[in-house]
């Protein structure tokens, strides 16, 4: 089965302590993304990365990291996680077709509370 | 630039009766267009795609949208409403020279749709 998986589901974490939450896709797209969802702001993104070991920062990237060492996988890492980071986290992934107008496939969500 | 704008952050309808949630979008290529759904605790599941190909598109679950480019609008109808539509709704842009950029999604801040009995 097409999917995007992310682990954890969910996680409660203490100021500081450092984390990655793991995202996974077995389509071999190219494209894959972080973002983060907050009330009344809809889903802000955070990286993308576009291929193996080509990542860019998206509109929210303060406190985060990303690294693309394969294609199917695109980790999100919090090194001193702090609690404006408490959130709802989605990997995405998709493939360029031809004038890049395939849609973005969603994993399940990691929702992350930092204490 | 590119940008979204849902016009509804709150829509109430009743069982039965038609769903209009409205999306404007600004972009100065030739767009795709996408309506996703989140209901409550779950991931987006895609509902419909406009890709410049018949301007009504038909998506999921009965919904339908209508790409009407004079008025840059991607509006999402259902004839009626059940109960299980009841969820968060997204309308999101994409550039199709993001393949080149990178930054290829822009999302609406989403309208939630509230079914009465």
């Known amino acids: 089965e097409a999917q995007v998986t992310q682990n954890p589901r969910y996680l409660i974490t203490v100021t500081g302590k450092k984390l990655t939450v793991t995202c996974s896709q077995n389509?071999?797209?190219?494209?894959m993304s972080w973002y983060r969802q907050d009330p009344g702001l809809g889903l802000r993104q955070i990286y993308y990365s576009m291929n193996v070991e080509v990542t860019d920062k998206g509109d929210v990237p303060e406190g985060y990291k990303v690294s693309r060492k394969e294609k199917r996988n695109f980790p999100l890492i919090l090194e001193s996680p702090s609690p404006n980071q408490t959130s709802l986290y989605f990997c995405a992934s998709s493939s360029y077709l031809a004038g890049g107008r395939n849609e973005q496939f969603f994993g399940p969500g990691t929702r992350l509370t930092v204490l | 630039a590119q940008s979204v704008t849902q016009l509804d952050s709150h829509v109430s309808v009743s069982e039965g009766t038609p769903v209009l949630l409205r999306c404007n979008y600004s972009s100065s290529y030739s767009p795709s267009l996408f309506w996703y759904v989140q209901h409550p605790n779950k991931g987006l599941q895609l509902l419909l795609k406009y890709t410049s190909a018949a301007t009504l598109v038909k998506g999921i679950n009965g919904f339908e949208a209508e790409f009407k480019k004079s008025e840059t609008s991607f509006h999402l109808t259902k004839p009626s409403a059940h109960m299980s539509d009841a969820a968060e709704y997204f309308c999101?842009?994409?550039?199709?020279?993001?393949?080149?950029?990178?930054?290829?999604?822009?999302f609406g801040t989403g309208t939630s749709l509230t079914v009465i009995p």
């Open positions: 389509m071999n797209h190219e494209y």
């Open positions: 999101v842009v994409s550039d199709p020279r993001g393949r080149y950029t990178g930054n290829q999604f822009y």
